[in-house]
């Protein structure tokens, strides 16, 4: 039986490709992706682990990493003398498997099997291992607290999901108790959850192991061949095999400090639609993911900026911004911007518009621009008179990315001459 002081070491997984995120990823890895306005994707996992009272984590990096290192180095530090304090980074090291010429982690489990030791150094009694590329808020003490309870060795933090989006995750099937009966990776008829058929509970890659079920297990996948190396696909499946206790934990049940309801916002924005509409998410009057929650802060970039300005009042030409998220630093200069979120140091010059749209950081709008339903990435110059998201073709053929939803990706530091 697990004591009530167990010691929680945090495990980010932040290595993720991103691929369906393009160009949004092609220079940086997916956590590392900008999102509303001043934060990183990654900064709500760590938020979710430090407002838990997680004070001691490594992220481990893999894929395009050097934006995200920059961003921890520099803005998630603790003072050098809280020894028990501390977010590292832990790249791929390789050094497990200098005979087979291995250059990254083979998956999501082998991630972790290469920092056993670091765990081990930190005598950790609970490894809380997460995902660092979704949006949501999660106190992770009540999922500790329901571990310890049911004395398990791993418990799943588990999303209830419609039967007909289940199929895209890994389905967790449980009894009553919710003790996990059986694991399916993506099936194609998902089982309901006892009591409630028109939902299926979808795994969120969230993990809480007890240390000697983690390395016992991570031992054996290493050593098998066939295998993966991933939890959903291998890991978990085995340890449910051999008989080890595992738990779901219904998300839907974690209370959130300062916030009234159910806590149901999880979103994984993986691609440019559901990135786009997550962001569009933020910006609704009464928004389903708080950002202005006192009781949970959310931290990120101590970076400096002077306040928004909003210049010109004059007919037709009026700098204001409704229904919009804007950033220190941002100028509106005679421009309108409609249902948009606009981060650090973007300048929109005057008869402008920008309308459904995210503009990420040190990005220069000219006269007489309309924008609509875009992405643009950082450090972009747009010429007066700049039309985008008004013609796809002509879209597609400056070489932006238009998603099946008529979204416009604008690349970083994408020139117009």
Request: some cysteine; proline content about 5%; overall charge neutral.
């Amino acid at each position: 039986m697990y004591r009530r002081d167990n010691k929680v070491l945090g495990m980010v997984l932040a290595g993720g490709k991103g691929t369906r995120l393009h160009p949004l990823t092609w220079k940086r890895t997916k956590p590392a992706v900008p999102f509303a306005s001043k934060y990183r994707i990654i900064d709500f996992a760590l938020n979710n682990m430090i407002n838990s009272g997680i004070y001691g984590m490594y992220v481990l990096t893999q894929f395009k990493a050097q934006s995200l290192t920059e961003h921890i180095q520099r803005n998630w530090r603790f003072g050098s003398f809280l020894s028990n304090y501390f977010i590292t980074l832990a790249p791929a090291q390789m050094y497990l498997y200098e005979e087979l010429g291995a250059e990254w982690y083979r998956g999501t489990a082998d991630a972790i099997y290469q920092n056993l030791h670091l765990i081990k150094n930190h005598e950790a009694d609970l490894v809380a291992i997460f995902s660092g590329d979704h949006i949501y808020k999660m106190d992770i003490r009540h999922m500790i607290e329901s571990h310890l309870d049911n004395e398990a060795d791993i418990t799943i933090a588990a999303y209830p999901t419609p039967l007909a989006e289940a199929k895209r995750f890994g389905v967790l099937q449980v009894d009553r108790n919710f003790q996990i009966t059986d694991f399916q990776e993506k099936p194609e008829i998902p089982q309901p959850i006892p009591g409630r058929k028109t939902h299926a509970l979808a795994s969120m890659g969230n993990y809480i192991f007890s240390t000697r079920a983690l390395v016992e297990l991570l031992y054996n996948d290493a050593a098998d061949e066939r295998s993966e190396h991933d939890f959903g696909k291998n890991v978990l499946p085995t340890a449910l095999d051999r008989g080890y206790k595992l738990y779901a934990y219904d998300f839907a049940r974690n209370p959130i400090p300062g916030q009234t309801g159910n806590n149901t916002y999880w979103r994984d924005v993986g691609t440019l639609d559901s990135y786009w509409e997550a962001s569009m998410d933020l910006i609704a009057v009464e928004p389903e993911f708080d950002l202005f929650n006192i009781e949970w802060p959310l931290r990120t970039s101590s970076e400096f900026s002077p306040p928004a300005k909003f210049v010109h009042d004059e007919p037709e030409r009026r700098g204001e911004a409704i229904n919009s998220l804007v950033a220190g630093g941002v100028i509106i200069s005679g421009a309108t911007i409609r249902r948009s979120v606009l981060s650090r140091r973007v300048r929109v010059n005057s008869y402008s518009l920008v309308d459904n749209t995210i503009v990420f950081e040190d990005t220069t709008i000219g006269r007489n621009c309309r924008i609509q339903n875009a992405i643009i990435d950082k450090n972009v110059s747009i010429p007066e008179g700049t039309h985008i998201g008004i013609n796809l073709n002509e879209d597609r053929a400056r070489g932006f990315t238009v998603s099946d939803n008529g979204i416009v990706a604008v690349p970083k530091s994408y020139s117009f001459t």
